[in-house]
Nanobody
Framework: QVQLVESGGGLVQPGGSLRLSCAAS????????MSWYRQAPGKERELVATINRRGGSTSYADSVKGRFTISRDNAKNTVYLQMNSLKPEDTAVYYCNAVGGLHGYWGQGTQVTVSS
């Protein structure tokens, strides 16, 4: 069955870094545009970053530009989010999303907490 499994979240101090991973299975990963979203307590889910099918084009929310980098490895069916210079306002549950054709898939999320 379709699975998106995020990992790499945790507690980090302001200014620190984390690398999130999302391992996909059960569908043709390379046919899907992949994105990372996040949802903070009491707030709506927001788009963080998107990468196209071949990885040649990326886009970012203004709040993370210059700090976060999305990448993918189609041979490993995995998408990554490198997060640097983390701020307390980056605290949220981070979700992986796959879109291809008429479907959209979500992972279960991984918690990122930025606090001293």
């Amino acid at each position: 069955q379709v699975q998106l499994v995020e990992s790499g979240g945790g507690l980090v101090q302001p200014g620190g870094s984390l690398r999130l991973s999302c391992a996909a299975s059960g569908f043709t990963f390379s046919d899907n545009v992949m994105s990372w979203y996040r949802q903070a307590p009491g707030k709506e889910r927001e788009l963080v970053a998107t990468i196209n099918r071949r990885g040649g084009s990326t886009s970012y929310a203004d709040s993370v530009k210059g700090r976060f980098t999305i990448s993918r490895d189609n041979a490993k069916n995995t998408v990554y989010l490198q997060m640097n210079s983390l701020k307390p306002e980056d605290t949220a549950v981070y979700y992986c999303n796959a879109v291809g054709g008429l479907h959209g898939y979500w992972g279960q999320g991984t918690q990122v907490t930025v606090s001293s």
